[in-house]
């Protein structure tokens, strides 16, 4: 019933910058979080980034500083823009989002960094 989308993933030098979207079915105010989740080869899946529906942020330690979490409302979209990547930003990255029913996930894009 849900779908989450993401695209904008692929391959980017060290130092570069990427930015990643994710389009929701539906108004997505009824979501009270959404964010980015990512999982490298051999890891297990990390959280990311996370807003709320006051838009309130919050981000793991690793990317603070560089990665900026944002949603737009009115286009039913959800944006990571990723700047400054390095090697260990390589991963699958997935959208999720929270509604009263649980949580829904998107299929996920790659983003591989490298020279």
């Known amino acids: 019933q849900v779908q989450l989308v993401e695209s904008g993933g692929g391959l980017v030098q060290p130092g570069g910058s990427l930015r990643l979207s994710c389009a929701a079915s539906?108004?997505?105010?009824?979501?009270?979080?959404m964010g980015w989740s990512r999982q490298a080869p051999g890891k297990q899946r990390e959280w990311v980034a996370r807003?709320?529906?006051?838009?309130?942020?919050y981000y793991v330690d690793s990317v603070k500083g560089r990665f900026t979490i944002s949603r737009d409302n009115a286009k039913n979209t959800m944006y990571l823009q990723m700047n400054t990547l390095n090697a260990e930003d390589t991963a699958v990255y997935y959208c999720?989002?929270?509604?009263?029913?649980?949580?829904?996930w998107g299929q996920g894009t790659q983003v591989t960094v490298s020279s």
């Open positions: 807003i709320f529906s006051g838009e309130s942020t």
């Open positions: 539906g108004s997505m105010f009824r979501f009270n979080v």
């Open positions: 999720y989002a929270i509604d009263r029913f649980g949580t829904h």
